[in-house]
């Protein structure tokens, strides 16, 4: 869910701004999931912009203060939750680890990067969801590794109702910047996308199998 109305059109706005997002219905992208889908969010392009940047830290840090209360570790998913992670725990002046996607094939074959303390509460934070899976599958590795995970932030949600199962299956809250229907919503007033493309984006999110086909 989004932490509030006014932080999630702004997020979206800016999201837009800096062409954080692609549409192309015509030629969809596919996700690692196997998805089709005809927009694609890439939020590490907000990295490239100080206020924009600095806009998503506050919030990220104000949602996990709010929501989450005292925390003593954060982690970011790889790859794009890496630099989030890094922020946010850096304005709290705790540790952070980061989970990879699978452990490394060499070396000392990590799945999680840095110190792992059991029993140490821990908010993982991500920079967007589709599907939940690979989140998930970090907040499962970091249990296993002993952290207690009271949650996950993230800058966007696809808001798919598979995701949200998924969290729901989990246990695992997840309070997000933004989501899908305030990125297009202000893609419409904003004249990003026209009411055709409204149209297949809306049709895209109720089923987005069937929209592929």
Known sequence: MIFNEEIAR?????????????????????????????????????????AIRTYIRQQLVHIIREEFGVVEYIAGVATGGIAQGALVAQEFGIPMVYVRSEKKQHGLENKIEGRVET?????????????????????????????????????????????KKNFDDAKCRLITLS???????????????????????????????KWAK
Not at 26 to 37: A, L
């Open 10 to 50: 702004t997020t979206a706005r800016s999201l837009l701004q800096v062409k954080a997002v692609k549409l192309n219905p015509h030629d969809p992208f596919t996700w690692t999931s196997g998805i089709k889908s005809p927009i694609y969010c890439d939020n590490r392009i907000t990295l490239s912009f100080h």
């Open 119 to 163: 029993g140490k509460s821990v908010v993982v934070v991500e920079d967007l969801v589709s599907t939940g899976s690979s989140s998930l599958a970090a907040v499962h590795a970091l249990t296993e590794a002993g952290f207690i995970v009271k949650g996950m932030v993230a800058i966007f949600s696809y808001n798919l109702d598979s995701a």
């Open 179 to 209: 989501d899908y229907n305030s990125l297009i919503n202000e893609a419409l007033e904003s004249n990003y996308i026209t009411d055709d493309d409204l149209q297949s984006l809306v049709k895209w999110r109720d089923n987005p199998e």
